[in-house]
């Protein structure tokens, strides 16, 4: 989801990154974070609206902190991490910060990756991840490909089908080349349930092929979608069909919850029972640092085909939302600010 | 592409799956395949009628046998299989018979996740392995996760773009459950090239989303779509960003090809320069076939929520297909099948 349209210089700020960043940290620290996992976690948060992603942003402070207020979240958690066989990492997070446990991970993961060629990390019972193109990005950078899938509560049907039954799984998938990497991140939802709440909120009209009604019929009535009905996935069949595959790979990899059995990102009353996967592959240990030239030349030439403008290759968007955000700060919603502002300061009572 | 429109009985015959398979294997021996290898080859191609994926049968018996007799397929090549690291097998196909290449480099691949948990085989230098569905789903009933990708010529255009530069890319996914396993095969394309040359010839007007011109304009003339023009991917800029991802994957990883130097499977005069990618995991090795009672839980409360039958997991209507065929035969084209009659016997010259 994008910055809403009624964030107007009326009722947001525009901050700086790093301001952005201390304050969240702050907010970390106050309610019992260790400084080095909130500075973990406020990166991750950062990261969300520097690429222009605000509901992977500030925004989770609330229902992280809650978390941790209500003992669902350990931000000082030691993950405990096992070599269940030469290439397969199990990490069961202990409720851990979910950038943290994903760190932890990704690190022994590349290292082993390094030695085996392929190597997977397979994470439980740690707390949301936020964007995965930060990580497969990183990865990329240090000449992995890089696949990072997570699973989530269950928001989109099944096609053909009626109630929401399967996650918004997203796919994150980064490939190193001699440039900038592909960072490819992307739900398998046709939209955020964030975006289909703002339109009911306004009572616009939803697009079509955004949602279903409680009767699984395609809606246009943004209450409709959200009280019983569900979203619809991306693409039509293949959306849903890539969706659910994902849901099982990652499911039973992980040893964690299907369907409406995921709990535990957005709301602040239940254990984490989501998992996360990661697998990555090592170019240098298999000598293949010598296709990156050529994958360069062909994004080049996909770029230089752009009817209006240069075609994007995946990443290249964010990357600019980065950079300017970087250079002229991020508007943020005024109230969310406050809010922040206010749990740094440890003024802010339970919810 | 399904069995098209215009194979009625007037121009077509119901064959028997056995009898299909054994003109196809006579055609190949005939042309220099040792039974064991044509059978793979002959076997592969049967699935895809029995799948319902008619482009995937029989019909692509006239560019195998044309390739064979070109020297580009060496029916009874000996694949050069290298371990270049403990996880990662690299695989030389020497021309041979995708299928047959596949079939090794699966076998060595599950071999070895059963030790290290995870293993990954890169194919280049072999011909088309036809539809991933039967492979995934072999190796899901071993009781391993199977990914398997391929590259391919490029048909689809970028998002925002003109011209053809990224492949069809299609995605498979095998996941074991109690029952049948979950098996994706799926184009990252909207529509497959054959069904828009279909109706270019037809005249038929090419429905929404399907294909741009050579402007890079949305079109409905098939025509205007196959000369110059390009098929859209599915699901707008996601299905692109997706493409071109596991592109640039399956490219690095397999150190072959990308966008338009990707040849050799429709055609008939060049090597084929496409990759074909797997990596299996192994739920026994990981003690996770636990999971496996789980995942069919959640499959059948998800076949539950169909609004007019119950939804489909992504592998039930090719199930369904394939019994249906096994039990009342495949319609094939007459023209297909006396060519192939022609190629058993031997007395069909060159084209």
């Known amino acids: 989801m994008k910055t809403t349209e009624n964030q107007t210089a009326a009722n947001s700020s525009v901050i700086s990154p790093d301001e952005l960043h201390d304050v969240i940290q702050s907010a970390l620290t106050a309610h019992g974070a260790s400084p080095e ?19 992977h942003g500030i925004r989770r402070l609330r229902v992280l902190i809650e978390r941790m207020r209500n003992g669902l979240i350990d931000p000082n958690a030691a993950p405990e991490l096992t070599w269940i066989a030469p290439a397969v990492l199990r990490i069961d997070g202990k409720r851990g910060f979910g950038p943290v446990v994903a760190q932890r991970a990704i690190d022994e993961a590349v290292a082993r990756a390094e030695e085996t060629g392929i190597a997977l990390a397979a994470i439980s019972n740690s707390s949301h991840i936020g964007m995965l193109a930060p990580y497969v990005e990183a990865i990329a950078q240090r000449g992995l490909v890089a696949l990072l899938l997570t ?31 592909l960072v490819l991140d992307m739900s398998t939802a046709s939209v955020s349930m964030g975006k289909v709440i703002d339109y009911a909120a306004t009572g616009r009209p939803l697009p079509e092929g955004w949602a279903v009604d409680s009767f699984g019929r395609p809606t246009s009535d943004g209450r409709a979608a959200v009280d019983g009905g569900a979203i619809s996935p991306f693409g039509g069949p293949k959306g849903y069909a890539l969706g659910i595959a994902l849901e099982a790979m990652v499911g039973v ?8 059995e995921v709990v535990g990102t957005l709301d602040t009353e239940l254990p984490a029972t989501k998992g996360d996967l990661l697998i990555c592959v090592s170019l240098e ?6 296709m990156l030239p050529l994958l360069e030349q ?6 230089q085909t752009g009817v209006a403008a240069p075609v994007d290759i995946p990443g290249d968007r964010a990357r600019r939302a980065r950079d300017a955000h970087l250079a002229n700060g991020i508007r943020i919603d005024r109230e969310v600010w406050l809010r922040a502002l206010a749990y740094a300061e440890g003024t802010l009572a339970h919810d």
Chains 1, 2 share one sequence.
Do not use: C, M
């Open 37 to 55: 996992n909130a500075h973990i976690q406020a990166a991750n948060l950062v990261e969300g609206e520097l690429r222009g992603h605000a509901s």
């Open 151 to 181: 699973t989530s509560e269950a928001l989109v049907h099944a096609w053909g089908g009626r109630k929401a039954t399967v996650g918004t799984n997203p796919i994150g998938l980064g490939v190193p080349s001699q440039g900038e990497p």
């Open 253 to 260: 990899l992980t040893a964690t919850a299907f369907g409406t």
């Open 285 to 290: 240990r298999l000598g293949l640092l010598g």
């Open 298 to 303: 062909y994004f080049d030439e996909v770029r």
